[in-house]
């Protein structure tokens, strides 16, 4: 009698239901892990431009005209998955404020902020995300910073 070799529909079937297990596990932290990730190009970004205001301010004695294009302290452009701006009325002589609004689908609703004094705040956060209790730049859905 000849034997056949190969696998039986029942055992595909448990193959595929554990694969399907731990898709169910991996692709959720794996896009809390992207969204993470891209949280760092806003608190990068937000570091530089302190960094570069304070150089603008060492030049003019000023904060007035930072951010705009051509200075020392221009905003960068290009960034794909936030928008930085200084918002009006928060560029004075002796004050600034930078914020990092997200771009993206996942992203929107949250807006970072970085300030003269290097307070670092979480303006807002997406739906179904939790404000941090401190002046902190939110890295997590549960509002730890």
């Known amino acids: 009698m000849q034997r056949h070799s190969g696998f039986t529909l029942i055992e595909l079937m ?13 692709v959720p932290s794996y896009t ?3 969204t993470r990730s891209r949280i760092q190009e806003a608190t990068t970004n937000l570091l530089a431009m302190r960094t570069k205001m304070e ?21 960068p452009t290009g960034l794909k998955y936030f928008n930085m701006s200084c918002p009006a009325g928060n ?3 002796n004050t600034y404020t930078v914020q990092a609004d997200g771009s993206t689908p996942d992203l929107t609703g949250l807006t970072l902020s970085i300030d003269q004094a290097n307070v670092r705040r ?11 209790a401190t002046n902190c730049w939110v890295s997590k859905k549960s509002g730890d910073c």
């Open 91 to 93: 560029l004075t002589a």
């Open 55 to 75: 150089q603008y301010f060492q030049d003019n004695r000023s904060y007035l005209g930072g951010c705009a294009a051509g200075t020392v302290a221009a905003l």
């Open 32 to 34: 809390v892990y992207i």
């Open 14 to 26: 448990v193959t595929v239901a554990i694969i399907a297990i731990l898709a169910a596990i991996a």
């Open 122 to 132: 979480t303006v807002s956060v997406p739906p179904g995300w939790t404000l941090p």
